[in-house]
């Protein structure tokens, strides 16, 4: 992806930015600066789930011909399914919302569509795959009508 063109607007990024901010305060425990989290934790939604994402990226980069793009109805219903099943297991849960949190943090200033989960492939591959984010989607999609309409009135 071009960091010259951004794919989402300034919404989508704050609500990124916001949200990934959140979610690493969560995960640390809400608990202000003091780490309250496992160290497993760490492991988990800084090494484990991203090395997870980049596998997975690199099998897309063999097997698929362009950027994969997942996200219609079933392909954000997948991924609330796989966020639901990571956030809401106790041993996972931290890690995972540690992974999520500094992701979207990454997807904000990278202004990358799409789910933040596919924010490190893409980013270590030079990819631009994208998979339906149930958060973010509806945000995405009407900045992007918002600006299409913008620029067509301007072009009048």
């Not at 160290?39 to 991203?50: C, I, M, N, R, T």
């Not at 950027?67 to 219903?77: E, L, Q, S, Y």
């Not at 789910?115 to 990819?127: F, K, Q, S, Y």
Request: glycine residues 14%; aromatic residues 6%.
């Amino acid at each position: 992806m071009n960091s010259a063109k951004r794919g989402i607007g300034p919404v989508g990024t704050a609500a990124r930015a916001l949200g990934g901010l959140g979610l690493i305060y969560i995960a640390a425990g809400a608990n202000g600066l003091s780490w309250e989290g496992e160290w497993s934790d760490a492991v988990l939604g800084l090494v484990v789930l991203p090395a997870i994402v980049l596998a997975m990226g690199l099998a897309a980069r063999r097997w698929a011909a362009g950027p994969v793009r997942f996200t219609g109805p079933a392909g954000i219903a997948l991924n609330l399914a796989v966020i639901v099943a990571l956030v809401s297991n106790p041993y996972m849960g931290g890690g995972a919302t540690l992974f999520y949190g500094g992701t979207m943090l990454v997807a904000a200033w990278r202004g990358q569509r799409g789910c933040e989960a596919t924010v490190i492939p893409n980013l270590i591959l030079g990819r631009d795959d994208q998979i339906g984010c149930p958060t973010f989607a509806p945000i995405d999609e009407l900045e992007t009508h918002l600006r299409r309409r913008n620029a067509t009135a301007a072009a009048r």
